[in-house]
Structures are given as structure tokens and as C-alpha cells.
């Protein structure tokens, strides 16, 4: 059974920093791996799809990477903003419904 | 394209009673639609698999007849939370997968629906 894991569990970074969100799930026949963000009371907002058969997407400061044979993909936020603030949920799924990891709760400091 | 609403968006109930939550794909047409539920602080857990014309597949604990799954339309899956106690407090999240999609599993997510039983 797909297992999703995040680290770190909670980030605060400076405005303007560039940072690294990582995800690692432990099934590699993993058929998409999203990237959402949540904000504080809200519901989810989809950030990237990557599906098994590609290595990466790209949305503006956003770059989401998909290594299936070490079962990790990477959310790269660049030049970070006090807007980014939220908490970002990775989630995997085979033919079956996302799992979802604890999500990264990141807050960025003006 | 593939928007998925909940209604409604915040529900308070007194406990032993039952409520009923919508969720729609306003654009498309879901044979499988999801149901999830997110306590404070954690994250996403499933709950049941929503098939279109057939019985819902529920997630081990969770029991289905305190939340009873309808799917009967291609746009139209709903969730009652039969004798609602003040545990079942949560913020509830359907999700879609495009019927055309195709190959891709993408599913979309609607915006949740709160639950509060006092």
C-alpha cells in the first residue's frame, strides 16, 4: 500500500529565498504524483501534475520533479513570497485514489 | 474546465442527527468520485471510492453504514453522516476523476465542506 511521506514537517524561510519541499512515497509504480497547497480552513488548490512517464513540471516559480526508482519528487519554490505561505501536500497515486503525505507547512517571513 | 463543487460549505448539526453532503463535476462526468476527511492538523485520510451505479468501497474503519455513499448520477455523488456525534467533526473533501480522461488518473478536488456537531 502507497505511503506518502514529507519533510520537513514545517519550514520558515525568509522572502526572496529559493527552497525545497521533498516528498518520498514508497510504492514506484506510482502512476501521477501531484503537488497541492492548502491554505489555512481551506480546501486543496492543484499546483502540478506530473504523470509516471515524465521527469518534471514546471508552473511559473514552481518546478515539481519525479524520480520513481528512489520513490521521491522535489517542489522547488523560487524566489519565495509572504503569499506562498500555506501548507504544501504531495500526494501519489497507482490505479488507485491519491494518497496524500502530512504536508509541509511552510511560512515565509517579510 | 473540470470543476468540482460541495455544497454545502459549512454545516453545524446537533448530534444524532444526519447530514447530507453534495458534491458535483459541473463539467464533466465522474464515474468514480472520492470521499476524504481531514482532521486539524493532519492530512487527507480516504474514506470510500464512489463508483457510478454501484455500491461504494469503503477504507478499512471507516464505517459505512455512519456514512452512507450515493453515487447515481455521472455528476452527482453524495455523503450522509447518519446520527452525527461530535467526533465526526471534520472538514469532508470529494474528489473526481474525468470519465474521458483517458489514461490520466487525475482527480479534482472540490472546495470541502465543514462539519461541526455540537
Known amino acids: 500500500k502507497q505511503e506518502v511521506t514529507q519533510i520537513p514537517a514545517a519550514l520558515s524561510v525568509p522572502e526572496g529565498e529559493n527552497l525545497v519541499l521533498n516528498c518520498s512515497f514508497t510504492d514506484s509504480a506510482i502512476y501521477n504524483l501531484q503537488w497541492f497547497r492548502q491554505d489555512p480552513g481551506k480546501g486543496l488548490t492543484s499546483l502540478l501534475l506530473?504523470?509516471?512517464?515524465?521527469r518534471e513540471q514546471t508552473s511559473g516559480r514552481l518546478n515539481a520533479s519525479l524520480d520513481k526508482s528512489s520513490g521521491r519528487s522535489t517542489l522547488y519554490i523560487a524566489a519565495s513570497q509572504p503569499g506562498d505561505s500555506a501548507t504544501y501536500l504531495c500526494a501519489g497515486s497507482g490505479n488507485t485514489p491519491l494518497v496524500f503525505g502530512k504536508g509541509t507547512r511552510l511560512s515565509v517571513i517579510a | 474546465g473540470a470543476v468540482v463543487s460541495q455544497h454545502p460549505s459549512r454545516v453545524i448539526c446537533k448530534s444524532g442527527t444526519s447530514v447530507k453532503i453534495e458534491c458535483r463535476s459541473l463539467d464533466f462526468q465522474a464515474t468514480t468520485m472520492f470521499w476524504y476527511r481531514q482532521f486539524p492538523k493532519q492530512s487527507l485520510m480516504l474514506m470510500a471510492t464512489s463508483n457510478e451505479g454501484s455500491k461504494a468501497t469503503y477504507e478499512q474503519g471507516v464505517e459505512k453504514d455512519k456514512f452512507l455513499i450515493n453515487h447515481a448520477s455521472l455528476t452527482l455523488s453524495t455523503l450522509t453522516v447518519t446520527s452525527a456525534h461530535p467526533e465526526d467533526s471534520s472538514f469532508y473533501i470529494c474528489?473526481?476523476?474525468?470519465?474521458?480522461?483517458?489514461?490520466?488518473?487525475?482527480?479534482?478536488f472540490g472546495p470541502g465542506t465543514r462539519l461541526t456537531v455540537l
Open positions: 474528489s473526481a476523476r474525468d470519465r474521458l480522461a483517458g489514461g490520466s488518473n487525475e482527480q479534482f
Open positions: 506530473i504523470q509516471s512517464s515524465q
